[in-house]
């Protein structure tokens, strides 16, 4: 470790760290026997049943009883983050999951990388979206400021899987493929 300056500290006030992966009903171990088999000669990777911000996801009741499980919906919870209105923050983001790359979004808010995989980066042209891939990490800076904002307003963070699954029958870990939602995301709230 060097004793080097941080080298963008003074550009930010606070920081945040966001770890994205997905959730599976499977054990890894079941996984891991699915992937290895001979039944997913395509070597498809399994599709989660949620994605997870920092730990917290949501899994819609419909999609467990199309599968026959007893399934007790739980009011949506998601993640917050208590921000400081004005201040610009250091979002340290980090793509945890086996096998997908993720949309990372925050509502009305765009967001500049200053850091990727550990090696400063030049300041680029903020971005409104960003495409985090298998085992990335990112520091962006966003600053907590959004056109016709106040003190105590509400943004959603957005994570979707950037390029959703195509599904057959040979090679699903799952029996019931069909009753997956099309498309998995998970949001966090901003406030």
Known sequence: MDNEPEVWGHLYEEELTISLTEWF??????????????????????????LLINGQGYYPCKYAERQGL??????????????????????????????????????????????TDGVDTEIGTPVDWLPVSLGMRYSLLVKMEADGASVGSEFLIRVKDLFPPVFNKSSNLYPFYDAQPEQIDAYAILR
């Open 25 to 50: 009903v499977k054990t890894g171990e079941e996984i891991t026997s699915w992937y290895l088999g001979p039944e997913n000669s395509a070597k498809n990777n399994a599709f989660p049943h949620s």
């Open 70 to 115: 007893r399934c007790v919906q739980q009011p949506r919870a998601p993640v917050v983050f208590e921000v400081v209105h004005g201040a610009t923050y250091r979002i340290r983001l980090l793509n945890a999951a086996s096998g997908w790359n993720f949309r990372f979004s925050i509502e009305n808010h765009t967001l500049s990388c200053i850091e």
